[in-house]
Structure formats: C-alpha cells, structure tokens
C-alpha cells in the first residue's frame, strides 16, 4: 500500500488549507485513515481519523471545531478541511493507514504512512 499526501503549503494566521491523502495498492483490508503531525523537536501526534467501516470520525482536542476529515466517495482516500489556522499548526503532516481496530490516535497502530506534507501558518 502506498499513501500519497497533497495540499500543504504557507498560509497566514486565520486561513485555510486543504489536505488530500489517496491510498493506492493492496487497500482491501483498510479500516482506518488518519491524519498526524510532527512539529520541530516535538513528538508526531495525532490529528483526525476515519473510520471506513463506522464511517465515523475523531479529532485531537486542538483540532476539533477547526479541522474536518471526510472520506472521497469511491476511493480509499480522506480530505482534511483546516480552517482557522494557528501558527502552533504548523507542522508536517503526514497520513497514515491502519487495518487493525481500536484507538485510532495511537501512532504505532497505524500500517501504512505517507511521505508527508508541511504546513506553514504564518502570525
């Protein structure tokens, strides 16, 4: 399985951004899509996730309100929708891929990764 990111760039402090991530490959047994973050010096965290099965969602509490992950009908993919950006946003932004179930906020439970993808928001 490969997960192909898209969408970041620089933004100011308000604005929005789009994120796409498409899974290509052996994607049959896909449960779970997820987007994390890594900011300089700090550990990767979590950020959104979609569940296919539940057709559910989840959010990191500094995200909710803000950001909103949606599934793309017809493909084993997921947009995040981020407004009201931070410059604490800012970060890159990798999606990820898991066939298990459980926690989707737990970085090691996810199988697949993306190369990931910087989001700038400037003050």
């Known amino acids: 399985v490969q997960l192909q990111a898209s969408g970041g760039g620089l933004v100011q402090a308000g604005g929005s951004l789009r994120l796409s991530c498409a899974a290509y490959?052996?994607?049959?047994?896909?449960?779970?899509m997820g987007w994390f973050r890594q900011a300089p010096g700090k550990e990767r965290e979590f950020v959104a996730a979609?569940?296919?099965?539940?057709?559910?969602?989840d959010y990191a509490a500094s995200v909710k309100g803000r950001f909103t992950i949606s599934r793309d009908n017809g493909k084993i993919a997921v947009n995040l929708q981020m407004n009201s950006l931070k410059p604490e946003d800012t970060a890159i932004y990798y999606c990820?891929?898991?066939?298990?179930?459980?926690?989707?906020?737990?970085?090691?439970?996810?199988?697949?990764w993306g190369q990931g993808t910087l989001v700038t928001v400037s003050s």
């Open positions: 990820a891929l898991k066939t298990g179930y459980g926690s989707t906020s737990i970085v090691t439970s996810y199988d697949y």
């Open positions: 979609f569940r296919w099965s539940a057709r559910s969602t």
């Open positions: 490959g052996r994607t049959r047994n896909s449960n779970t």
